[in-house]
């Protein structure tokens, strides 16, 4: 089905927006399609996802591209969205819980040399995803941090993380309810490559974005928290917006 306009009730396609080549992909959370948009003829595509993914509730929150595919970050399903390109064909990477929270898991990724990061939003987990195989590539326990980063403890205090960021060889995520900043050194594997800085959470951030070794975490007001992260040196300035 092809369109010059929609209409967005009920948030179907919300934050998930990912550019390649000719084509912008904008990702469904309550909908049960993918639109496609030709940035030349500003044309919507609708690509309907399998019927049996197809559900009301908040599907896939962000998105990235790797290996020649576009990868669906979930947020309340149990399985990675992925879909080939340009032979729009679908599979999946399954991320499916033996045991723990099974809800509200991911919010926000990054890609950083074949391997996709996965912001822990409720998941007690770092997932790492190997984009060429469509495997997990490792699932770290947070459990090292939780003490220092002052998650887990109430509703609002399992609200861990959200959006990521790469600057250098590290992966940068940005506070929710945490009281740190989470990086995981790529070079390093399992929990020896997590540490994080400890901030004093006066707000929460909705994400974070990477320019050279300076790393912009965005508040739901005012001010930003800016990191500047030089070799093994960090320091913190805050800045108020003005404009």
């Known amino acids: 089905k092809k369109t010059r306009a929609i209409r967005n009730p009920d948030l179907k396609w919300y934050r998930g927006i990912v550019a390649h080549e000719q084509s912008v992909y904008l990702l469904p959370v309550t909908a049960n399609s993918i639109l496609i948009m030709d940035v030349n003829t ?38 990675m969205l992925v879909l080939k390109l340009p032979t729009r064909k679908f599979s999946h990477v399954n991320l499916a819980l033996t045991q723990g929270r099974e ?58 993380f959200i959006g990521a960021a790469v600057s250098g060889r590290t992966i940068v995520f940005a506070p929710d309810h945490a009281s740190c900043i989470l990086i995981f ?3 390093r594997r399992g929990p020896a490559g997590l540490r994080y800085i400890p901030i004093e959470r006066t707000r929460n951030y909705l994400g974070v974005l990477a320019v050279g070794s300076k790393l912009y975490f965005f508040p739901n007001s005012p001010p930003i928290l800016v990191l500047d992260l030089q070799g093994q040196e960090v320091s913190f300035n805050v800045t108020t917006v003005t404009e």
């Open 42 to 79: 500003e044309i919507f595509t609708e690509l309907p996802l399998p019927s049996q993914w197809h559900s009301a509730r908040e599907k896939f929150l962000a998105g990235t591209m790797s290996a020649g595919k576009l990868f669906a970050c979930p947020h309340n399903e149990d399985f």
């Open 185 to 187: 050194d790529v070079d």
């Open 103 to 160: 809800w509200e898991r991911w919010n926000g990724l990054t890609e950083f040399e074949g391997l996709l990061y996965l912001a822990p939003y409720r998941d007690p987990d770092l997932w790492v995803i190997n984009a060429s195989a469509e495997k997990v590539d490792q699932q770290i326990s947070l459990s090292s941090v939780q003490r220092g980063c002052g998650f887990g403890t109430g509703y609002f205090g399992d609200f861990k």
